[in-house]
Nanobody, 112 residues
């Protein structure tokens, strides 16, 4: 059984920063794929960033250069550092493990 718990969301002004965390528990290994996705009201869930076992990262074009994904395999935690936030980044952000398990999400709201 895997459990993912996100934290770090909140309200921030445009241009500000937030750092999201996702703590994983259960059968989690350093070789697992982990990712952040987001879903804005009325829109489909979309990929934001992923990090593979070899720490290879991948980003959606709209966040490249602003967001950074990282992981701490000792703590079984993945992070998403979000800088230069824009109102269009407003969404519920979800953590994903191996494209199978999902957290409950954390709300990020960016005001203009």
């Amino acid at each position: 059984q895997v459990q993912l718990v996100e934290s770090g969301g909140g309200l921030v002004q445009a241009g500000g920063s937030l750092r999201l965390s996702c703590a994983a528990s259960g059968s989690v290994f350093s070789t697992d794929y982990m990712g952040w996705y987001r879903q804005a009201p009325g829109k489909q869930r979309e990929l934001v960033a992923t990090i593979a076992s070899g720490r290879t990262t991948n980003y959606a074009d709209v966040v490249k250069g602003r967001f950074t994904i990282s992981r701490d395999n000792v703590k079984n935690t993945v992070y998403l550092q979000m800088n230069s936030l824009k109102p269009e980044d407003t969404a519920v952000y979800y953590c994903n493990l191996n494209r199978i398990f999902w957290g409950r999400g954390t709300q990020v709201t960016v005001s203009s």
